[in-house]
């Protein structure tokens, strides 16, 4: 993309209303705009970074056997009627009325809808397990919407829902989304953490919510050091065996533990005290299981092995994926601008023309750029080298590729790692190749 004709409206000041770092940054780096309290429009660059994390999401859904639908954002209440849910949800369900006087509702999340979709679709235990999943705007009327993106009214989550025949197969569904969640984040370029957790209004009795460390984060975590250095994309885990499904929890849990009281997790005093770590995180996932809470409610049922009906199991997962957008911002910035973790950068490089209209300049900076068109920003505005300089900082490119015109009349580029700041000096083919190599 080329800035000069790119709708990135950078800031130079920082806006009054936003609180936390990562606010300030989105609005400034013309990530998002607010358009009403809580709610959010996505700009060409906030977008990119939005894609890529669900993508990275989708991946990794994809990779344990979980289908991707996709449904609507309105919700008849009748569905909700029937689980129970519409009346206990409260004031934070948006409520609508259509011209026919029908109850309409903006889907806080999707337990209803699915169920009643899987019950429209699967008769017997022999289709079963099923993971269906979907990406898709949520509305919540939070009485507080604040810190941007991070806790908004209308949000983005992946949210994936699986159905077995019984308590263990389901179990084994819970862990398989354990996993992806670790191997997302992992790939995503953030620590994230899964700590024990209560099941709220989405019920159940076993939940787990991940947690990525930031030093602002509203949770409190004690965790285990190792966790920081696991790779859980090597993790050999044979998915369809509830024997090595477990075998990879029992060790993640207690080897690993991570707790949000100190005082009265037993796992915790387990932990090597050289090992123990505390820090502060924001929640950017949350998994539940609660068995047959909505397909007894909504009366759904598939024939069983002995031809009697059973209500299947379920478990509901999700990742706010608009948070996490936040929540990277939250954990990876410094004075100057963003850091993006390279998979979800919007621009993996910055290529900085400092004198537009030179040809040697136009020259190298054109030749980078067509390298990897899609993948880079190039200035080539007609600013002071100051202001692009700030621009590639705050918007946080991993690399920027500085253009300047006696390095151009030799075909030297600088090259700088935003995250270390270090620079080198290097020549086009070179600067060609590293382009290539960014991954
Ligand atoms: C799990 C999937 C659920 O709704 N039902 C479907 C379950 N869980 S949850 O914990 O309530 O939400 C899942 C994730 O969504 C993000 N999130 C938000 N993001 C931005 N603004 C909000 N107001 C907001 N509320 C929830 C969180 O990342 C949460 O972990």
């Known amino acids: 993309m080329r800035l000069s004709r790119s709708f990135i409206p950078t800031l130079r000041e920082t806006p009054a209303e936003a609180q936390i770092a990562s606010h300030r940054l989105m609005l400034r780096a013309g990530l998002i705009r607010q358009t009403a309290s809580g709610i959010y429009a996505w700009l060409p660059a906030g977008l990119r970074v939005l894609r890529r994390i669900s ?232 998994i539940f299981y609660f068995g047959t809470k909505y397909t007894q409610s909504m009366g759904v049922a598939v024939s069983g092995p002995d031809g009697a009906m059973v209500h299947p199991e379920m478990g509901s997962y999700g990742i706010g994926i608009s948070r996490l957008a936040g929540a990277i911002i939250e954990a990876s910035h410094d004075e100057a601008g963003i850091i993006w973790p390279m998979p979800v950068a919007p621009f993996r490089a910055g290529i900085l023309n400092l004198k537009p209209g030179d040809a040697a300049c136009d020259s190298v900076a054109d030749a980078l750029y067509e390298a990897a068109p899609d993948d880079m920003l190039l200035d080539d505005r007609a600013d002071r080298a100051g202001v692009k300089f700030a621009d590639a900082d705050l918007i946080g490119h991993p690399v920027q590729l500085v253009v300047g015109p006696r390095g151009a009349a030799s075909g030297t580029i600088e090259v700088k790692w935003r995250a270390s700041g270090e620079r080198t000096e290097m020549p086009l083919d070179a600067a060609v190749a590293l382009i290539a190599s960014l991954r």
């Open 55 to 286: 993508q990275i999401v989708r991946e990794e859904q994809d990779a344990i056997g979980a289908q991707e639908v996709l449904m609507p954002t309105l919700q008849p209440a009748e569905l909700w009627k029937r689980s129970g849910r519409y009346d206990a949800y409260g004031p934070e369900m948006l409520r609508i009325t259509d011209r026919h006087d029908r109850d309409l509702l903006y889907g806080p999340t999707n337990e209803e809808m699915i169920t009643d979709l899987f019950a429209g679709g699967v008769k017997s235990y022999r289709e079963l397990p099923q993971v269906l999943y979907h990406i898709q705007w949520k509305f919540r009327d939070e009485v507080r919407p604040r810190f941007g993106v991070m806790r908004g009214r209308e949000f983005l989550m992946k949210d994936a829902y699986s159905f077995d025949i019984d308590t263990q197969s389901a179990i084994a569904s819970y862990r398989r989304m354990m996993l992806s969640y670790l191997r997302a984040f992992q790939r995503i370029g953030v620590k994230a953490i899964p700590m024990r957790a209560d099941t709220g209004p989405i019920g159940g009795d076993l939940s787990h919510e991940f947690i990525i460390l930031a030093p602002t984060g509203e949770s409190s975590v004690f965790y285990d050091g190792r966790f920081e250095q696991q790779d859980w994309r090597a993790e050999a885990v044979e998915l369809a065996d509830p024997e090595s499904l477990q075998r990879f929890f029992m060790r993640m849990t207690s080897l690993y533990a991570a707790t949000e009281d100190k005082h009265d997790e037993a796992a915790w005093h387990d932990v090597e005290p050289a090992l123990r770590r505390e820090g502060r995180g924001i929640e950017v996932g949350h």
